[in-house]
């Protein structure tokens, strides 16, 4: 699989922790920046990482700043890019099966290494269950996506 990972200077400590670790598990990573703890603005870096989503540059992403929150809502800016927060492994397996989530989001100050280890390598693991009830409802999240980003 391949993963495109980013972070703004709040995430770029865990972001280069965690790069060696996904390539050590035999997946393919493309560090898409930041490359230093200059202050940044998370926006790009969510932009850059929905844009190789979008592009098919990578299957899953992987984006970090302080909190998770703010690479999550500049990503789910654009369509076809589902992003989440997930500072557990439940919803890390739960926002794939069931929400087909493309995107992780993580927050540096929330959790600590080794759990947000484990929430990526969960995350990666899972699979769209496509269940009629999940399907539905991701038509559903398409579909507004359709009425609504132009």
Known sequence: MKVVIASDHGGFQYKNTLLDIIREQDYEVSDLGTFSEEPDDYPDHAEAVAKAI???????????????????????????????????????????????????????????????????????????????????????IKAIETRNMK
């Open 54 to 140: 979008l592009m098919k540059a990578g299957e899953r992403g992987i984006l970090i700043c302080g909190s998770g929150v703010g690479v999550c809502v500049a990503a789910n800016k654009f369509r076809g890019i589902r992003a989440g927060v997930c500072h557990d492994n439940y919803s890390a397996h739960q926002c794939v099966e069931h929400d087909d989530v493309n995107v992780l989001c993580l927050g540096q100050r929330v959790i600590g290494i080794e759990l947000a280890r484990e929430i990526i390598f969960t995350f990666l693991e899972a699979r769209f269950s496509h269940v009629s009830r999940h399907q539905k409802r991701l038509d559903k």
